[in-house]
């Protein structure tokens, strides 16, 4: 006999792991599971549609129950069984809808299959406080199902122990509920619970899956960003690019064919939209229906076409014919509120899977999104910088040229050869002011322009202002930025030497530490300590400005190495500038 229930009971286990199985190639099944919401839905739509997967699942395992019921080992007072495991499960897994559907099942298909046997009360009691404890173990667990497989043994097995005393206290007379008890006990204490374990290891299956994807599509979106980051850099926007980036893309995915587009016209595409023609259309993304079999796909608002005014609405979807095929999956690409481009990608139709490529695709518009959106600032930075530059050189020249230009004048009376070089000078040194002030040139070329400007000051100041220059010749090939060392010249002169009734500045260029070293000297009273401080994110200054920017555009090009240093010796200031040997 004992052996009998023990066979029947690892039967009813048998044909729940197969349930098990079948439950997780169910699409409302993974999405409880895996606390999911419907994607393209409504908030009210959503909840409405979960309470009727929850009803589903509900449904599923009192059937389990039921048909548990039947293929139960017979016997003349009870029916051994493992309705324990659909009532319980349903409640963990779907919460009070779910675990009360299936209990109400299950207790009231064992009442009515045989109400007058003495196990009958005690049974369906037990079944529907299984559905409840179930339940209220959903609830505890805040949805999830993160049990280890002796908390699943252990919660089954004292919901048995649960069962057979209330056989014990209801069933009467009392020896046939002894007797009944020392038959189905063993099988149902111990037996049920591994097969609740077998159950749910299977269910966990999914959340590997579900992980296992999640973990390559990100290990996917880290790759695919990598290879991508050099083409949105370059100027920020997809028109010159798109191609690399759809080859990338395909390179590192498995779907079936990538597009870009801007407007009505495709940037890049691959094979699979060569026949497609979107000319006229207005594509949006970020919308979509769920089809009758569950299935996500992204729809063209019907309200979004142009519409003639004589005729009747008629809607034309340019990827009607993928849509047969393919999940068509519709990201825009962003630049703040103003679209820009839009990412469209053909899926395969697996049913769950595409919750994960919605995220993905996701992912990916809003990376090129906000590298567009760095690049677009970088470009506007970029533009201030060379604003400010031109702004200071338009500030400075005026005011040079004129002071030239009198001593020049001064210097055609007495001395014509001696204003001859100084004419020279003049043309030397705005020809290089004429440059853009990023473009990189040798050292040679920026001390000329230096050489020109302190030509001009010295014909100007005469005994005034003395000029030492000590340069290393094997140094003045490296690279520099235009206009580089003029405004630290410039401010070692107008703030340095000319306070002095005799200046003196001094330019000394010689090779250090794989680079070019450049020290200029002057014996004025020394730069402000504010200004040196506002160079290492000290409070800005109103003073100082060409200084700071000379700093910023060095630190900004070649690092925070090559940055400015101030120092004070022998009653001279010097400013130092590092140029790296690239």
């Given amino acids: 006999m004992i052996e009998d229930v023990f066979v029947s009971t690892g039967f009813n286990i048998c044909m729940l792991v197969v349930l098990a199985y079948v439950m997780t190639k169910l699409d409302f099944v993974k999405r409880i599971i895996l606390n999911r919401e419907m994607t393209g839905l409504t908030a009210t739509e959503s909840r409405r549609r979960d309470i009727m997967n929850r009803v589903y699942l509900g449904i599923l395992m009192g059937a389990f129950c039921m048909v548990s019921n039947f293929i139960g080992f017979q016997t003349k007072t009870a029916i051994p069984n493992a309705r324990v495991i659909g009532a319980l499960s349903a409640g963990m897994l779907g919460g009070p809808i779910s675990g009360t559907i299936a209990s109400v099942m299950g207790a009231l298909h064992r009442y009515l299959g045989d109400p007058a046997r ?21 609830y505890k667990k805040k949805h999830r199902m993160n049990y280890g497989a002796i908390e ?35 099988s149902m204490i111990f037996i049920n619970p591994l097969g609740m374990i077998l159950v749910f290891g299977i269910l966990k299956d999914t959340f590997e899956q579900a992980d296992s994807r999640v973990a390559v ?111 068509v999956y519709i990201e825009d690409i962003a630049v703040g509120e103003k679209k820009i481009d839009q990412l469209v990608i053909l899926g395969k139709k697996d049913d769950y899977s595409n919750r994960a490529d919605i995220a993905f695709i996701k992912g990916l518009a809003s990376l090129f999104s906000t590298y567009m959106k760095i690049a677009e600032l970088d470009e506007q930075k970029d533009l201030r910088r060379k604003a400010e530059l031109q702004a200071l050189q338009a500030q ?30 003049l043309s030397t040194y705005f020809r290089n002011s004429l440059q853009e002030a990023d473009t990189m040139i040798p050292l040679e070329q920026e001390i000329s322009h230096v050489k020109a400007y302190l030509m001009l000051e010295e014909a100007r100041f005469e ?3 003395k000029v030492e220059i000590d340069l290393d010749p094997e140094a003045m090939s490296v690279q520099v930025p235009n206009l580089i060392l003029q405004p630290l010249v410039e401010n070692a002169v107008k703030h340095g030497a000319k306070t002095r009734e005799r200046g003196m500045v001094k330019i000394h260029v010689y090779r250090e530490n794989q680079g070019v070293t450049v020290d200029i000297l002057d014996n004025g009273p020394g730069i402000p300590e504010a200004v040196v401080e506002s160079l290492h994110g000290g409070e800005r200054v109103q003073k100082g400005i060409g200084f700071i920017n000379v700093h910023k555009r060095l630190t900004g090009i070649f690092g925070p190495e090559s940055g400015l240093q101030v120092s004070h010796q022998d009653d001279m200031t010097q400013v130092r500038v590092w140029i790296p040997e690239s």
Wanted: glycine share 6%; hydrophobic share 40%; net charge negative.
């Fill in 396 to 425: 400075i020249n005026p005011h040079f040229l004129f002071n030239a230009l009198n001593t020049i004048s001064f210097f055609c009376r007495e001395k014509p050869e001696k204003a001859r070089e100084l004419l020279l000078a």
């Fill in 152 to 186: 699943i043994y252990l919660i089954t097995m004292s919901m048995e122990i649960m069962h057979m005393g209330l056989i014990y206290l209801m069933a009467r007379p009392m020896d046939q509920a002894l007797h009944i008890i020392a038959q189905i006990s063993p």
């Fill in 217 to 327: 599509r990100i290990s996917d979106s880290f790759r695919i960003a990598e290879r991508c980051i050099p083409y949105l850099k370059n100027n920020g926007d997809l028109f010159g690019e798109a191609k690399h980036i759809l080859n990338i893309l395909m390179e590192e995915t498995q779907y079936a064919g990538a597009a870009i587009i801007r407007g009505d016209e495709f940037l890049a595409r691959t094979d699979a939209f060569k026949r497609i023609d979107i000319t006229g259309c207005v594509i949006k993304g970020n919308t979509g229906r769920y089809t009758s079999d569950g299935k996500f796909v992204r729809d063209i608002p019907q309200d979004n076409l142009s519409l003639s005014e004589e005729t009747e609405p008629v809607p034309r979807d340019p990827f009607q014919n993928l849509r047969n095929q393919y999940v």
């Fill in 463 to 465: 005994e005034r202002l």
């Fill in 118 to 138: 003495i196990t009958t009360p005690p049974c369906v009691l037990a079944t529907l406080l299984q559905g409840v404890f179930g339940s209220f173990l959903w």
